[in-house]
């Protein structure tokens, strides 16, 4: 290892999913993360994983320990941002549930002190989102999301974004402050 990395995560929530994956693409030195639900959205929204692959190595869930999360120990990762982030998602790292890839991420990194960026789907009791196909859509997110949301913004090394441009403004900070933008 040169550097370390930015590690990145897609769950299985399209909010602004393709706005995502193009700064996404624009960055270098980035693992991205998959979830099993968040390969079945990239799909659904017509992004090609083979595109993805040819920029960046792509992991994927489908080992019960989450092996590569023990990269958190080493310094190999000095950021991990989570976008977009399901309701589901945010709900297992508030209560500390760490049964799957990105949970696990999540938690490892928490426990290193590693930084998190998280963009929740569910950030206001209404919202604009883009349906697969490109369609607007308007969405109501549950109190029970938006309470969980709330208390993912006082988790220590966690930082909570509310729109692309946000999370954009926050991974570019988060470089800067580490020479490597």
């Known amino acids: 290892m040169d550097k370390p990395r ?29 979830s099993q639900a968040g390969e079945e959205v990239l799909k659904m929204y017509g992004i090609k994983l083979d595109e993805v692959r040819d920029r960046m190595p792509v992991f994927r869930d489908k080992a019960a320990s989450s092996p590569p999360v023990g990269r958190f120990y080493t310094g190999y990762y000095h950021s991990f941002v989570m976008a977009p982030t399901t309701s589901n998602t945010v709900a297992k790292c508030i209560l500390g549930i760490a049964d799957s890839l990105v949970t696990n991420l999540y938690s490892q990194a928490g426990k290193c002190r590693v930084p998190s960026i998280v963009y929740p789907c569910d950030i206001a009791p209404e919202m604009e989102t883009t349906a697969p196909g490109g369609k607007k859509v308007m969405v109501y997110p549950r109190p029970v999301d938006l309470d969980a949301t709330d208390k993912l913004r006082v988790f220590p090394y966690t930082q909570v974004v509310e729109s692309v441009d946000e999370l954009i403004e926050a991974v570019n900070r988060r470089l800067k402050s580490l020479g490597v933008a």
């Not at 929530?13 to 700064?23: A, K, M, N, P």
């Open 6 to 34: 930015l590690a990145w995560a897609v769950t299985g929530s399209g909010h602004y999913i393709e706005e995502c994956l193009e700064f996404l693409m624009t960055l270098d030195s980035v693992d991205l993360y998959l």
